[in-house]
């Protein structure tokens, strides 16, 4: 928002800001973008990295004056310890990185440590994301539908398009299982113009054969609204 020389001074602060919660035998370095790696040699436990976590976390957290703007940021922290997490930087770093994205995963300005499990969950999401990419391609996504019911008549007042993955190979799978990796991942914008379409194609062929529906509902997640042509795809879907 304030340009690319604004950006530069918040890296530059941030370092700064970073070096003063490290001792002079540490390292730091930016990976690029605004991602930094710290290294910590000669750590008597991990108690003493997680010390080192928290005092940049509680760093960041305080506001950076930049031509006269007060911005605020926020510090998504992993950790991975040498040598039980890794015995070579590159391993430690992918380690660390898996570590970073489950404190974004949280919601941010924190940290957590490595663990097995932790990578073993990162492993099923790209299996599951895999697996939505080929299940776009293949069109085993489906779209049911619940019914509006009036309480007093009993008559249908609308229904509600709800969508569900035809797996293959595990079967009907409910949107616990796949939206929240399509959310992450972006494929639910893809997911959510597939509903669109195949909802409005079958409630034409409703009104065409006299089935009076007054209502179609279809749920959107905040990353399809803020697609800048959520509405004239919408618009244009419908038209």
């Known amino acids: 928002n304030l340009g690319h020389d604004a950006g530069d001074m918040l890296l530059r602060l941030l370092a700064g800001r970073l070096g003063e919660c490290l001792r002079e035998s540490d390292t730091l370095a930016r990976l690029g973008g605004d991602e930094f790696i710290v290294l ?3 750590v008597e436990n991990v108690e003493a990295a997680q010390k080192v976590a928290i005092k940049i976390v509680n760093a960041v957290k305080e506001p950076f004056e930049i031509e006269h703007h007060e911005l605020y940021v926020t510090a998504s922290v992993g950790i991975a310890i040498y040598p039980e997490d890794g015995a070579d930087a590159d391993t430690l770093i992918k380690n660390a990185d898996i570590a970073m994205y489950h404190t974004k995963g949280q919601g941010k300005n924190g940290f957590n440590i490595f663990t097995r499990e932790l990578s073993d969950q990162q492993q099923h999401q790209l299996s599951i994301e895999n697996e939505i990419r080929k299940g776009i391609k293949e069109s085993q996504f489906l779209v049911y539908y619940q019914p509006q019911v009036n309480a007093i008549d009993g008559r249908i007042m609308g229904v509600e398009a709800l969508i569900r993955w035809q797996h293959p190979e ?4 409910k949107p616990a299982y796949f939206l929240p990796v399509a959310e992450e991942t972006g494929f639910i914008v893809e997911l959510g113009e597939c509903v669109l379409q195949a ?9 065409k054969d006299g089935l009076k529906i007054d209502k179609l509902a279809i749920n959107y997640s905040f990353r399809e609204i803020e697609q800048p042509d959520f509405v004239d795809n919408v618009i244009a879907t419908l038209k």
């Open 40 to 42: 910590l040699p000669m």
């Open 170 to 173: 595990k079967g009907l799978l």
């Open 199 to 207: 909802a409005l194609q079958e409630f034409n062929s409703w009104v």
